[in-house]
């Protein structure tokens, strides 16, 4: 029978991509990873890995392990479920990733309404985007994440994760300068209208800024990017200051009135999702299934605010 740690081992390396990162997450040495997976490379009786440059790759023997172990954590994952749902009460810690915007308006209030209902859950949560936070919950660095997805910019669905929908958030262009009364009704000559603006858009490589780039190049213009940022908060004080034009959602104004001028943009484009995800043996976890009717209510609540 293999060794199952060893195994998970094998797994960190296929979501981690480095020894280095593998001993870097569990706090081992790489030469201890390294010697248990030669270990479990006896024990199967066949190479796991292969040299690629200065790193390594999974064999195709390799794969076929990982996926068994994926399958091995789940069922786990699902007892451990089980036990929780046999328990009257609420314990243990919870580890939660958002992205800024989620984090700013809806856990906070998400808190609360778990701290009132399950004062013995101990919630950790950590500000990261999308882009790395659906890895890290892959490698179950998290139990939950929040993430959102953009018009035209469909996140990647992996088998082993699941995803509900919290809510629609309304995208509008940010004007950088005073309102002058005279709105147009052509959402694309609203945005052309600022081709000739600063903008402040988020770092490249994240979907928010595919989404953004595309909307411009599909209004007939390259938007100038002066500023990159993650931090809408920044975002919303470069536009007040008129330094910048910028995309902003709803749910950065946490239910209170908008401190700039807003336009609507076009039709299909104009809302992201935001929604949970986590792994698919952690779904009937009761901590899993507290947090996600706490997000759902606190995403009602800033509904009716909004």
Known sequence: MFDLHRLRLLRELKHRGTLAAVAQALSYAPSSVSQQLSQLEAEVGVPLLEPVGRRVRLTEQAEILVAHTEAILQRLERAEADIAASLTDLNGTLRIASFQTAAL??????????????????????????????????????????????????????????????????????????????????????????????????????????????????????????????????????????????????????????????????????????????RRGRTQHPAIQACRDALRRASALHSQQA
């Not at 910048?244 to 950065?252: E, H, K, M, Q, R």
Request: hydrophobic letters at 40%; a negative charge.
């Open 105 to 278: 308006t809806l856990v906070p209030t998400a808190l609360g309404l778990l701290r009132e209902l399950h004062p013995h859950l101990r919630v950790h949560v950590t500000h990261m985007e999308p882009e790395k936070a659906l890895p890290a919950l892959q490698a179950r660095d998290f139990d939950l994440i929040v993430a959102e997805e953009y018009p035209g910019n469909p996140n990647p669905r992996p088998a082993e994760l699941q995803q509900e929908d919290l809510l629609d958030d309304t995208l509008h262009l940010a004007l950088p300068m005073p309102a002058d009364g005279t709105e147009t009704d052509d959402p694309m000559a609203a945005l052309l209208s600022l081709a000739d603006h600063p903008w402040v858009m988020e770092p490249e490589g994240t979907a928010a800024r595919h989404w953004a780039m595309s909307l411009c190049r599909n209004a007939g213009f390259e938007p100038d990017v002066r500023f990159d940022t993650t931090d809408l908060l920044l975002h919303v004080r470069l536009v007040e200051q008129h330094h910048a034009a910028a995309f902003l959602p709803d749910l950065v104004w946490s239910g209170r009135p908008p401190t700039v001028p807003l336009r609507h943009l076009p039709r299909g484009r104009r809302t992201r999702r935001v929604f949970t995800v986590v």
